[in-house]
């Protein structure tokens, strides 16, 4: 099935489509009679004057969440055949995210964390391109006005903003005017944003939005360890991911270095900022899904042991379904 994808073959554009279904078969038997959709934050609500919550059917919610992913699992494809993460052309990023956005019931589901992945797809678009660009305030400008309009959309997206500035450490040398450029265009948004609430009579109400930034890091997590078992096939994965990037780092081009790099810290600040919100849901870490997949795909494309690598691929798949019928 690796190999299939390892070649850039439009045909498997059609291959995409079929897996996705198949990875969603057990919880479309499974659905709940209604499911929530919250497109942005209860602050940003004014935005979307309409009751749009259970507008949608649980099959229908169902639906657009997989063509969202199709559609986000081919732009990401895209995104690493134009700035060669893989070293040449294939159609791996696409069905490593197909497969990463499967992991758990939450992420199958329309969410905000799904959405906001459109946005980190193209922030990564134009901070990859900072390497070989010439004018990086335009572009910290841009992505800090990406970043806001994630945070409307939901909130704990904010800690993206420190994404710019290691960009930027990572890229380019130091230049201050860089640095602030992203945090006017991030000011941009949120300008006309408390333009919006002091028309409404709400302006005295707009320093709530920052209040649950000072939420602390959780002492203590629980949750039952058996729904998680279907993460031991890709922690294992990401292992031998990181050891075969280690081969063959020093030996990729300077930019391929630094884009992992980036990839990296994209990984490390998605994950790390889902206690902002009061009420975690596990659909947070479908934020993660982009770098793993890059990641995912890496391995799969430099391993050598054909039996291996598939069987491990294939166990993968066979844990997403078997969880998705059972619970426990």
Not at 73 to 88: C, E, P, R, T
């Amino acid at each position: 099935m690796i190999n299939t994808f390892r070649t850039f073959n439009p045909i498997n554009i059609v291959w995409l489509a079929i897996l996705l279904i198949l990875l969603r078969m057990g919880y479309i038997f499974h659905t709940p009679d209604k499911i929530e959709f919250t497109f942005v934050e209860p602050f940003a609500r004014l935005l979307v004057p309409v009751d749009y919550e259970y507008a949608l059917s649980p099959a229908s919610n169902v639906f657009f969440a997989g063509v969202l992913v199709l559609i986000q699992a081919l732009v990401l494809n895209h995104l690493s055949n134009h700035f060669n993460l893989l070293g040449k052309p294939t159609f791996l990023p696409a069905v490593m995210y197909i497969v990463v956005s499967s992991l758990f019931t939450p992420f199958l589901v329309l969410s905000s964390p799904l959405i906001c992945n459109f946005l980190v797809i193209a922030m990564l678009y134009k901070l990859f391109s900072l390497y070989k660009g010439n004018d990086a305030k335009s572009t910290a400008y841009d992505v800090g006005m990406i970043v806001a309009i994630g945070s409307l959309i939901y909130l704990p997206f904010i800690y993206f903003f420190l994404i710019i500035w290691i960009a930027l450490i990572i890229f380019k040398p130091f230049d201050w005017r860089e640095w602030v450029a992203g945090i006017i265009g991030y000011a941009t948004i949120f300008f006309f944003f408390a333009v919006f609430y002091y028309l409404n009579d709400r302006l005295t109400q707009f320093y709530n939005i920052w209040l649950p930034l000072g939420t602390k890091f959780p002492d203590r997590i629980s949750f039952n360890y058996y729904n998680y078992l279907i993460l031991i096939p890709v922690i294992l994965i990401l292992i031998l991911c990181f050891f075969k990037i280690r081969q063959n780092f020093f030996r990729s081009y300077v930019q391929i270095r630094k884009s992992y790099q980036l990839l990296f810290i994209v990984f490390l600040v998605a994950g790390l900022s889902f206690y902002v919100k009061a009420e975690f849901h596990l659909n947070h870490f479908l934020l993660c899904a982009i770098p793993v997949s890059v990641f995912f795909s890496y391995y799969f494309l430099y391993a050598t042991k054909r039996w291996f690598y598939e069987s491990l691929f294939i166990l993968l798949l066979i844990g997403i379904v078997y969880f998705q019928f059972n619970t426990f």
